[in-house]
């Protein structure tokens, strides 16, 4: 089991910058990707940016040019860099992973991949 504890939120006004950290509680386990998502009370959990252990990187439309998601593979520690915060960026922010292991079967490879979420942190953003 791997837990992920996130840090950094807070409040910002808008225009502004904030820097989100991500550590996952084990170095020895292999986390194929990490990254952010973002929730707003009563509404869906959307992908805000993630990042492959080759260093591929995906980010939603809303936030590309604004942020900047790293990470240090050999921690397993992942960061958000949010510039020019605007108000609908406010949500809570998840760190997430995820940990393949393929396995043969029958002559098939397959992937058995497991998830691993974080408790969130608070981002506001307002005046």
């Known amino acids: 089991q791997v837990e992920l504890v996130e840090s950094g939120g807070g409040l910002v006004q808008p225009g502004g910058s904030l820097r989100l950290s991500c550590v996952a509680s084990?170095?020895?386990?292999?986390?194929?990707?990490m990254g952010w998502y973002r929730q707003v009370p009563g509404e869906q959990r959307d992908l805000v940016a993630t990042?492959?252990?080759?260093?591929?990187?995906n980010y939603a439309d809303s936030v590309k040019g604004r942020f900047t998601v790293s990470r240090d593979g050999a921690e397993n520690t992942v960061y958000l860099q949010m510039n020019s915060l605007k108000s609908e960026d406010t949500a809570v922010y998840l760190c997430?992973?995820?940990?393949?292991?393929?396995?043969?079967?029958?002559?098939?490879?397959?992937?058995?991949?497991?998830?691993?979420w974080g408790q969130g942190t608070q981002v506001t953003v307002s005046s």
């Open positions: 997430n992973a995820v940990r393949n292991l393929p396995y043969w079967s029958d002559g098939s490879l397959y992937n058995r991949a497991t998830e691993f």
């Open positions: 990042i492959t252990d080759t260093g591929n990187t």
């Open positions: 084990r170095s020895d386990v292999k986390l194929d990707t």
